[in-house]
């Protein structure tokens, strides 16, 4: 009130204006707060410490570049507040500009070498220079100083959690939520933590209690909206992410979210407009989209404008080990590529974190698969999937226990009993097998006909199981109603993108553990088991550094282990169901022989000929598998049989297989 009545008689006193800036912004409206305090900062006597404090609320309102001038001016007054270098290294660092960034933070510690808030900022811009090692050392001494210092808890949870230390992140980020209940970093971070193990409804509730208190945090809402999407909610994500970009339309967050929704409902023209705008404005999400617009072309199968963009973002980005992979996977290397050395040298620098160490094994692996060094090949393989399996907890005899008790409960008795129970229709066509077993390439040729639309990868009926008390075990005491009704709420899931059409595809592999599922709550469905040679199939899992939970393939002979209970669950299949809704198609005979394959096929789902299935790679519809360059080309015999060449690097995997280790030709 104070204030007010100095401003009423002064308008824009620059002290006042100042004060109130302050007051607001402790009450936590930040808009008003950058409006008086900008109005201090027009006054031609207004001090470093204005300046200093207008960068950092403009960092916070998204404002970066108008708050880099800001702390830029602080300095420039006040050479000596470490403020001032404190708050132009944040931004600097929010902006991507990390080198200035970590100069700043450490001439801001070499003003006031005891000051852990600095130091904790000066970690989070070594760590996102990829110096992982450096900067957990700066955390655990800003705890020193500081014992009950949240925000630096809060950091080493989001460490931890790129580390693939899961537990030790979520403890970090409760214990910072625990000594300041709202700090909204330390939300974010343990949503992230979720995310990371694949719980979406874990990192759901997070922001939601995150949200609960600062319903106007952008980076929780854009990060609401992304998990939405993860649980097909694709709907409510774009609404979610609209909010977002209402509150904060220079974040480059809001505007990456939206272009993941809109990517996911196979929406390319506003996915990429939003992508572009994102990758306009500074802010940590710029490089991811970037990046996330490089693959959004490769989806849709405009495979030179994806290579052109990841060359780009390579450019901009060069220590990214993740833009790095992706540009690996987009193209064939030669003998003196000079990509490989930058590479090797990034893999070399200490301190890097574990999961850019494995991304960069793996990038690394492919590149030496293409200029034929076998042998360096599976070197960075091997330790890239060890890294890899580090991060979580797999056990394989529990999943063979779990795979063999499936094959218990479906029988030929209770599936007979139960039969045409469930929802009738001849909408859903099941495309199932291992991973890298070829389910793309025939969810690609039955998607180019007229009258069948490709859904991708869907996670609704592991959804419906999840509806299920002790599944499978309960299965058998499911009624005729139950059955229908998870049968309709499928349908109900799939009809509106299938538009109409006869057939619609969905091509989630691990849905072969679900077949006598699927027979009884879609009792006309049909099923398309997709099968490859054993070892090619097992060499392409073990290869590829999955985005989603495949835990089974990043151990040589784990991966063999499951590959045999796989092909124990679908003998019992194949003995269960009946062959006018089931089909195996092998890949090697679709190589051999496409056409014949494929008319097998559309026989098998009731579909006229249609020479457009033959011309599969020109299709252009969103392919969101491993395998979106494959299907990007003509039938190719070249991976069949592609891995007796690499024999001896395979030996533990063969042994798991049962397979005799054939000389390489």
Not at 273 to 286: D, M, N
Request: proline share 6%; hydrophobic share 40%; glycine share 6%.
């Amino acid at each position: 009130m104070a204030c007010a009545q100095v401003l009423a008689i002064w308008p824009g006193h620059p002290d006042a204006s100042h004060l109130m800036g302050l007051m607001a912004y402790d009450f936590g409206n930040l808009d008003l707060a950058i409006g008086y305090v900008r109005e201090a900062c027009r006054s031609p006597r207004a001090p470093a410490i204005y300046f200093s404090d207008f960068c950092e609320m403009c960092r916070q309102g998204g404002l970066l570049a108008e708050g880099e001038q800001a702390a830029r001016r602080a300095v420039a007054l006040a050479p000596d507040l470490a403020a001032a270098w404190n708050n132009l290294g944040i931004i600097l660092q929010e902006a991507l500009k990390l080198d200035e960034s970590r100069s700043s933070l450490e001439r801001a510690l070499a003003l006031e070498p005891d000051d852990a808030q600095t130091i904790n900022n000066l970690a989070n811009t070594l760590k996102r220079l990829g110096l992982a090692s450096e900067a957990e050392t700066r955390w655990l001494a800003a705890l020193e100083l500081r014992p009950d210092y949240a925000e630096a808890f809060s950091n080493l949870a989001n460490l931890y959690n790129d580390q693939g230390q899961f537990d030790r992140a979520e403890s970090m980020a409760r214990h910072a939520i625990g000594l300041s209940p709202q700090l909204t970093d330390a939300y974010v971070n343990l949503a992230g933590v979720e995310a990371a193990r694949h719980r979406p409804a874990e990192a759901l509730h997070a922001l939601d209690e995150l949200l609960a208190f600062a319903p106007t945090h952008a980076r929780a809402l854009a990060a609401k909206a992304l998990t939405l999407k993860d649980l097909e909610r694709l709907d409510e994500a774009l609404e979610w992410a609209r909010r977002a970009m209402a509150v904060a339309p220079e974040a480059p967050e809001s505007h990456n979210a939206i272009g993941q929704v809109f990517q996911a409902m196979g929406e390319f023209e506003p996915a990429l407009a939003a992508y572009e705008r994102a990758a306009s404005l500074p802010g940590p999400a710029q490089m991811d989209a970037v990046a996330n617009r490089a693959s959004l072309f490769s989806e849709f199968g405009r495979q030179e404008q994806a290579r052109q963009s990841m060359a780009e973002a390579a450019l901009a980005f060069p220590n990214s080990p993740g833009i790095l992979l992706g540009q690996s996977e987009l193209r064939r290397f030669e003998p003196g590529d000079p990509l490989i050395a930058g590479m090797q040298t990034l893999l070399a620098r200490e301190g890097g974190s574990l999961v850019d160490r494995a991304t960069l094994h793996f990038a690394l692996g492919k590149a030496m698969l293409d200029i034929g060094d076998s042998a360096q090949a599976f070197s960075h393989y091997d330790e890239g999937a060890r890294l890899k399996r580090s991060t979580f907890d797999y056990d394989p005899d529990g999943n063979e226990r779990w795979m063999a008790r499936v094959a218990e409960v479906f029988t030929p008795r209770l599936l007979e009993e139960k039969a045409e129970r469930g929802a009738r229709s001849d909408l859903p066509v099941f495309v199932v097998g291992m991973p890298r077993s070829g389910t793309t390439l025939i969810e690609q040729i039955i998607a180019s006909h007229p009258m069948a639309h490709g859904a991708g990868e869907l996670k609704t009926l592991h959804s419906l199981t999840g509806r299920i008390e002790d599944f499978p075990g309960s299965v058998a005491e499911l009624t005729g109603v139950q059955l229908q009704s998870l049968g309709q709420s499928y349908l109900d899931y799939i009809a509106p993108p299938a538009a109409g059409r006869a057939r619609c595809v969905d091509k989630m592999p691990s849905n072969f553990l679900y077949c006598g599922f699927i027979r009884l709550i879609l009792p006309q469905s049909r099923i398309i088991h997709c099968r490859r040679d054993p070892v090619d199939t097992c060499l392409s899992c073990y290869t590829k550094l999955f985005t989603g939970e495949q835990s089974f393939t990043y151990d040589q002979r784990e991966l063999g282990r499951y590959y045999r209970s796989y092909q124990a669950i679908m003998a019992h299949w194949r003995a269960t169901l009946p062959t006018s809704h089931f089909l195996e198609v092998d890949y090697e005979a679709v190589v051999e022989d496409v056409e014949g394959q494929t008319r097998r096929i559309l026989d098998f789902l009731g579909l006229p000929w249609d020479e457009a299935c033959l011309r599969f790679h020109e299709t252009r519809r969103p392919v969101r598998t491993a395998s979106v360059n494959q299907v990007r080309q003509p039938i190719y015999a070249t991976s069949v049989g592609r891995w007796r060449k690499h024999a001896a690097q395979l030996r533990p995997l063969l042994e798991a297989l049962g397979v005799p280790a054939a000389p390489a030709p």
